[in-house]
């Protein structure tokens, strides 16, 4: 539900995207909130208030990566991609040259 309601604070927000984020928010949520928790020594009746919190940030930083990610120039990520994924290298065909051995240790 908070989700939902801090999406209405977002600009032209796509349904595709506006899944992703709360799924982000809720997943970074899920898994972060028992070790916040544990971490700062909270008491267990703060643990839906960090969780909400947790999301909420969640979701900002998500949103902000996307908006990062899509004014990026194409050239410029192909070049990146390009850089840290090694390209395949031709494979040398090696002649079979067993009919050769055989023909020299005939002679």
């Excluded at 970074?28 to 703060?46: E, K």
């Amino acid at each position: 539900m908070g989700a939902i309601a801090a999406l209405t604070f977002e600009d032209k927000v796509s349904f595709i995207r506006a899944c992703g984020i709360i799924s982000c928010g809720a997943t970074a949520s899920t898994y972060l909130n028992p070790v916040i928790m544990q971490v700062f020594s909270f008491p267990p009746s703060y643990g839906n208030a960090v969780a909400f919190m947790i999301g909420l940030v969640a979701m900002k930083m998500a949103n902000l990566i996307l908006l990062a990610v899509s004014k990026l120039d194409a050239d410029f990520v192909i070049d990146i991609l390009t850089r840290f994924i090694p390209a395949k290298k031709n494979k040398i065909s090696v002649k079979d040259d067993s009919t050769q051995r055989d023909t020299d240790s005939h002679s």
